[in-house]
C-alpha cells in the first residue's frame, strides 16, 4: 500500500517548558512530519534554547536537525528572559540538561526555513511559538517564500476574545512583545496565517492531576512532569488555575485539529512603540472605518474560541501514546 504523505513542519520555538510539551505532542501525530526545530531567543536566550531542542530532540528520537536562529530582535533590544516562569535552564532548572552539550545543525535557522520551503512548495506549515524573528528574517532573504509556504500558524498575540488582553504588559502576549517589528511584517505579510492567541490558549489548562496521571504514563509524562512544576506553581499564582496552560500546544494541536477551533478573518497589526507596545489588533472583514493602518494588508486567521478540553484531551493521549 502507497505511504500516506505527512505533512511538513517546520517548528520555530524557544523551548521553554510549554515549548517542550508541543515539540512531544507533535513527535506523537502520525500525519506530520518535522522537517526541522528551529531557534529563537525568548523563553531563554538562543544558546539555551538550541541546547534544549537538541536534549530534546536525542532524547526522545526525534528525527529533525535543529536550526540556531535570531540572539535578539530586529529592532529593539533583547529583553531580559523570564527565567521565573521558565528556569534558569529555560527547562524548569529540574537539573536535566545539565553537563548536556551538542551542536546545531549548520546554517541559520532564517536561511534553513527558506531552502526548506523552496525544496517543498506549497508543502511545509511553519508552526512559530516564540519570537517572529526567525520568521520575518525568513521573509527578508527570501519574500518569495510567501507564496511557497502552505501554512503558517502562530503562537502568539492576544486579541481579547477569550478575556486576556496580555502577559507580558496588560495588552501584550510574551512572544509578540518580544519582537513586535518582527511580528507586524509576519503579520502583514502576503501569507496565510493563523494566530492561536493568548486569550484562547489561557483557557487550555492540563490541570495538576493531568500531569500527575501523565507522569504516571511513563518516560515522556514524567519528564514534562519534573520540567512543570514551577511552572504550574506559577500558574496557580498568576492566573489561578489548577495546572498548567498549554500555549504553545494549542497552536500545535490547530495543526491536526483545526475543527476544535473557531476563527475570525481580518487584517492584524502589532503595535511597535509606546506603552501599548506588542499589542495584536485585528479588524475584522467587513467592518468599516475611516483610513487606517489596517488598509491594504491581507486577511489573517484569528483564533476567537476553541474547544477547550478536546485541546487538552488530545494533548493526553498524544503524550501518554509516546510511554
Ligand atoms: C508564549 O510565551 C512563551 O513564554 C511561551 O512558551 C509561549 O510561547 C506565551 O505567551
Ligand atoms: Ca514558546
Not at 514524567?222 to 514551577?230: A, E, H, K
Not at 476563527?263 to 475584522?284: C, F, M, N
Amino acid at each position: 500500500m502507497a505511504e500516506i504523505e505527512k505533512n511538513l513542519v517546520i517548528f520555530d520555538t524557544d523551548p521553554g517548558i510549554d515549548d517542550a510539551m508541543a515539540l512531544l505532542f507533535l513527535k506523537a501525530q502520525p500525519s506530520l512530519k518535522l522537517a526541522a526545530v528551529t531557534t529563537v531567543f525568548g523563553n531563554a536566550e538562543v544558546d539555551i534554547t538550541t541546547r534544549n531542542a537538541l536534549y530534546l530532540t536525542r532524547r526522545f528520537g526525534i528525527d529533525a536537525p535543529v536550526y540556531a536562529g535570531a540572539s535578539q530582535p530586529l529592532t529593539i533590544a533583547r529583553r531580559p528572559a523570564p527565567t521565573f516562569i521558565h528556569g534558569n535552564d529555560g527547562l524548569g532548572d529540574a537539573d536535566l540538561v545539565t553537563g548536556f552539550s551538542a551542536e546545531p545543525a549548520e546554517g541559520h535557522a532564517a536561511d534553513r526555513i527558506v531552502d526548506i520551503v523552496r525544496a517543498n512548495p506549497g508543502k511545509v506549515t511553519l508552526l512559530a511559538v516564540a519570537p517572529l524573528t526567525n520568521l520575518a528574517l525568513a521573509l527578508q532573504r527570501d519574500p518569495s517564500i510567501a507564496t511557497l509556504v502552505k501554512d503558517v500558524v502562530i503562537m502568539g498575540g492576544a486579541f481579547a476574545w477569550g478575556g486576556r488582553r496580555g502577559n507580558a504588559t496588560p495588552v501584550a502576549e510574551a512572544n509578540v512583545h518580544n519582537d513586535p517589528h518582527a511580528a507586524d511584517r509576519v503579520f502583514t505579510a502576503a501569507w496565510p496565517v493563523t494566530a492561536i492567541g493568548l486569550d484562547v490558549t489561557s483557557h487550555c489548562v492540563a490541570s495538576h492531576e493531568d500531569a500527575a496521571e501523565l507522569a504516571e504514563s511513563g518516560g515522556a509524562g514524567r519528564f514534562l512532569w519534573d520540567i512543570s512544576r514551577g511552572y504550574e506553581a506559577l500558574y496557580q499564582r498568576r492566573n489561578q488555575v489548577d495546572g498548567c496552560c498549554l500555549h504553545d500546544v494549542a497552536a500545535a494541536a490547530y495543526l491536526v485539529a483545526p475543527h476544535l477551533f473557531s476563527l475570525h478573518s481580518g487584517p492584524v497589526r502589532v503595535v511597535t512603540e509606546g506603552i501599548a507596545i506588542g499589542q495584536t489588533i485585528q479588524k475584522l472583514d467587513g467592518h468599516i472605518f475611516g483610513p487606517n493602518a489596517w488598509d491594504g494588508h491581507p486577511s489573517k486567521l484569528v483564533a476567537a474560541d476553541a474547544d477547550f478540553a478536546g485541546i487538552v484531551d488530545s494533548y493526553k493521549t498524544a503524550i501518554r501514546s509516546l510511554g
